[in-house]
């Protein structure tokens, strides 16, 4: 059974960093493309990076590129560094994995959702 897990969250201010981490058991031969999505209180959930099995490619959201760097260690652990933190990047960050190898944004190709770091930046 696969089982993801986020940790690093926490309350920071504007400016900061922070870096969180995800790690997964039971991926193996299920788990290949990873990713991260978040979502804040009223809003939709959101697209924020993503990274394919290999780890050669990664992809941004707009919001995020150039603060945050998706990383993994192998097929099975995902870090998310966060740099220059924003107000705006208050939201619950989740872990997620998916079946497909390559780059995928839309939310509903993962098949698997750890259940969410709170993150908080005051400014």
């Known amino acids: 059974q696969v089982q993801l897990v986020e940790s690093g969250g926490g309350l920071v201010q504007a400016g900061d960093s922070l870096r969180l981490s995800c790690a997964a058991s039971?991926?193996?031969?299920?788990?290949?493309?990873m990713g991260w999505f978040r979502q804040a209180p009223g809003k939709e959930r959101e697209f924020v990076a993503a990274?394919?099995?290999?780890?050669?490619?990664v992809y941004y959201s707009d919001f995020v590129k150039g603060r945050f760097t998706i990383t993994r260690d192998n097929a099975n652990t995902l870090d998310l560094q966060m740099n220059s933190l924003k107000a705006e990047d208050t939201a619950v960050y989740y872990c997620?994995?998916?079946?497909?190898?390559?780059?995928?944004?839309?939310?509903?190709?993962?098949?698997?959702w750890g259940r969410g770091t709170q993150v908080t930046v005051s400014s």
């Open positions: 997620v994995g998916g079946s497909y190898s390559g780059i995928n944004t839309d939310a509903d190709k993962y098949e698997y």
């Open positions: 990274i394919s099995w290999s780890g050669r490619n």
């Open positions: 039971g991926a193996s031969g299920k788990v290949y493309g």
